[in-house]
T-cell receptor, first 114, second 113 residues
Framework: DVKVTQSSRYLVKRTGEKVFLECVQD?????MFWYRQDPGLGLRLIYF???????EKGDIPEGYSVSREKKERFSLILESASTNQTSMYLC?????????????FGPGTRLTVL | GENVEQHPSTLSVQEGDSAVIKCTYS??????FPWYKQELGKGPQLIID?????GEKKDQRIAVTLNKTAKHFSLHITETQPEDSAVYFC????????????FGAGTRLTVKP
């Protein structure tokens, strides 16, 4: 069974803080993703990584950066958190480069920025 | 880029009834259409998918139909049960790479016992 874990289920931070969200997958998947989930907007892709140290912007990368130093770990960084980044953040991984591979999701981190 | 619209946003049915969720997409190159189920407190999980070379796929009580000409696809759940209550997301991808998958806004399905 593929397992994608996220470091925190709930996180509360203050405006201006630097925030790290960690994601780990245990199935040697090539691809990893960060989405944010907001009511009525579905899942929106923030960043995507197809290999160690490789990353691509998704639809809403502004205010975020990512790091992939090891294949199994993909971090999302909010350099200076703002209240409009309050959201549910979902990490996912998939096996290969093809666009038709199943994406396996972690349980999500609900971030509140005060 | 791809744009996926999903309807309805909420759906309430009586246990044993059928539920249908519909999605439309904009990119005619899309050829892969997965459906995800998200239960409370969990991440989305794939429940069924369909590729553009077939028009219908069935797995026990769930089925997905695809109309490529009209660019829409639907999820059908028959004999609904309370454990089917969840948020369902459709998605579409052209399969060229993994970061082109786009998701619908989600449908919150409630099955009343």
């Amino acid at each position: 069974d593929v397992k994608v874990t996220q470091s925190s289920r709930y996180l509360v931070k203050r405006t201006g803080e630097k925030v790290f969200l960690e994601c780990v997958q245990d199935m040697d998947h090539e691809n990893m993703f960060w989405y944010r989930q907001d009511p009525g907007l579905g899942l929106r892709l923030i960043y995507f990584s197809y290999d160690v140290k490789m990353k691509e912007k998704g639809d809403i990368p502004e205010g975020y950066s990512v790091s992939r130093e090891k294949k199994e770990r993909f971090s999302l960084i909010l350099e200076s958190a703002s209240t409009n980044q309050t959201s549910m953040y979902l990490c996912a991984s998939s096996l290969s480069l093809g666009g038709t591979d199943t994406q396996y999701f972690g349980p999500g981190t609900r971030l509140t920025v005060l | 880029g791809e744009n996926v619209e999903q309807h309805p946003s909420t759906l309430s049915v009586q246990e044993g009834d059928s539920a249908v969720i519909k999605c439309t997409y904009s990119d005619s190159a899309s050829n892969y259409f997965p459906w995800y189920k998200q239960e409370l407190g969990k991440g989305p999980q794939l429940i069924i998918d369909i590729r553009s070379n077939v028009g219908e796929k069935k797995d026990q009580r769930i089925a997905v139909t695809l109309n490529k000409t009209a660019k829409h696809f639907s999820l059908h759940i028959t004999e609904t049960q309370p454990e089917d209550s969840a948020v369902y997301f459709c998605a579409a991808s052209d399969g060229s790479n993994n970061n082109d998958m786009r998701f619908g806004a989600g449908t919150r399905l409630t099955v009343k016992p």
